[in-house]
């Protein structure tokens, strides 16, 4: 397959085709989706899959746990484990990064494997640059670091910041697995707000931003995120710490009624100035190549200057 040019839509599936992705999307419908990550088999939920499941249901069964929404909880829920289920995490790869997969107690694996091709775009839009060009790239609400390595191998310096420790320490086992142990990446356990803070007034400043902001949060020291509440704060702090000659910036939610379209007028109002670079924003989703269906799974913004 030919990659498309990194100054390319980063689009998905067949626009901007991955290869050696360990995940698949298997099959969805009810409710919940079945995927497979590496060897194994899992069944989580996916509200707005209403129509039917196509595979039979035989193929559903080998799945080694499934993840349940727990009644009375605002957030979480619970697997229900097979024997099958392996007591030791495993590895996933796509293309040159590779990642540690476990179940979490709030659903996730550890990666966001609708994000895949914006991990790739990062990567392959830093590797065009060219040579000599500043590459510093701040990543906040890092989570276990996709978006740290992608950028870590297209050659940038790298900021991973995120309010979990277990987080952080998982991020920088994922960039010992896939060899860029070497890289120059800071690592930052903090609350996201007072971190940026800081940086303005040491007057470090990025070529790149990476924002995945979560619905809810807890910062380290127990401080309350709500995105409704805190975004404008945040996109702020961001604009406070961009170079003067900012290169990317990734702005993605999976928060419900933050559409692409909010996520581009966020930034033309906090960020970057109309006509400054392209834009490319649009939905997140998991796609089944065999069914030829598309899973909604978020939005994303992306702006980069050519």
Same mark, same amino acid.
């Given at each position: 397959?030919?990659?498309?040019?990194?100054?390319?839509?980063?689009?998905?599936?067949?626009?901007?085709?991955?290869?050696?992705?360990?995940?698949?999307?298997?099959?969805?419908?009810?409710?919940?989706?079945?995927?497979?990550?590496?060897?194994?088999?899992?069944?989580?939920?996916?509200?707005?899959?209403?129509?039917?499941?196509?595979?039979?249901?035989?193929?559903?069964?080998?799945?080694?746990?499934? =993840?349940?929404?727990?009644?009375?909880?605002?957030?979480?829920?619970?697997?229900?484990?097979?024997?099958?289920?392996?007591?030791?995490?495993?590895?996933?790869?796509?293309?040159?990064?590779?990642?540690?997969?476990?179940?979490?107690?709030?659903?996730?694996?550890?990666?966001?494997?609708?994000?895949?091709?914006?991990?790739?775009?990062?990567?392959?839009?830093?590797?065009?640059?060219?040579?000599?060009?500043?590459?510093?790239?701040?990543?906040?609400?890092?989570?276990?670091?996709?978006?740290?390595?992608?950028?870590?191998?297209?050659?940038?310096?790298?900021?991973?910041?995120?309010?979990?420790?277990?987080?952080?320490?998982?991020?920088?086992?994922?960039?010992?697995?896939?060899?860029?142990?070497?890289?120059?990446?800071?690592?930052?356990?903090?609350?996201?707000?007072?971190?940026?803070?800081?940086?303005?007034?040491?007057?470090?400043? =990025?070529?790149?931003?990476?924002?995945?902001?979560?619905?809810?949060?807890?910062?380290?020291?127990?401080?309350?995120?709500?995105?409704?509440?805190?975004?404008?704060?945040?996109?702020?702090?961001?604009?406070?710490?961009?170079?003067?000659?900012?290169?990317?910036?990734?702005?993605?939610?999976?928060?419900?009624?933050?559409?692409?379209?909010?996520?581009?007028?966020?930034?033309?109002?906090?960020?970057?100035?109309?006509?400054?670079?392209?834009?490319?924003?649009?939905?997140?989703?998991?796609?089944?190549?065999?069914?030829? =269906?598309?899973?909604?799974?978020?939005?994303?913004?992306?702006?980069?200057?050519?």
């Amino acid at each position: 397959m030919t990659r498309l040019s990194p100054a390319s839509l980063p689009a998905y599936a067949e626009r901007y085709p991955i290869q050696n992705f360990d995940y698949r999307l298997l099959d969805s419908g009810e409710g919940r989706k079945l995927e497979q990550f590496g060897p194994y088999r899992f069944i989580r939920p996916a509200p707005q899959a209403i129509w039917p499941i196509r595979l039979a249901q035989k193929e559903w069964d080998q799945a080694v746990s499934e =993840y349940t929404y727990s009644k009375g909880k605002e957030y979480g829920g619970d697997w229900n484990n097979s024997a099958r289920l392996p007591k030791q995490a495993w590895n996933l790869t796509c293309e040159d990064l590779v990642f540690e997969i476990k179940p979490t107690g709030f659903g996730h694996m550890g990666l966001f494997p609708e994000q895949a091709a914006h991990w790739l775009w990062i990567r392959d839009f830093l590797k065009s640059l060219p040579e000599g060009s500043p590459k510093n790239v701040l990543n906040v609400f890092g989570y276990t670091g996709a978006s740290t390595l992608a950028a870590a191998a297209g050659g940038a310096q790298v900021a991973h910041v995120d309010s979990s420790k277990a987080s952080v320490n998982w991020a920088r086992h994922n960039l010992e697995l896939s060899g860029l142990g070497e890289r120059p990446v800071r690592w930052y356990v903090d609350d996201v707000l007072k971190f940026l803070k800081r940086e303005h007034n040491r007057e470090r400043f =990025y070529e790149g931003i990476i924002l995945d902001p979560p619905t809810f949060g807890r910062g380290a020291k127990g401080e309350v995120w709500k995105i409704e509440k805190d975004l404008p704060q945040l996109l702020q702090r961001c604009r406070n710490v961009l170079s003067r000659e900012p290169r990317f910036i990734l702005f993605t939610t999976h928060s419900p009624g933050f559409s692409a379209l909010t996520l581009k007028n966020m930034m033309l109002n906090y960020l970057v100035e109309p006509g400054s670079g392209r834009f490319d924003t649009g939905e997140m989703s998991l796609h089944n190549e065999e069914q030829g =269906y598309h899973i909604p799974s978020g939005f994303y913004s992306l702006w980069w200057r050519d």
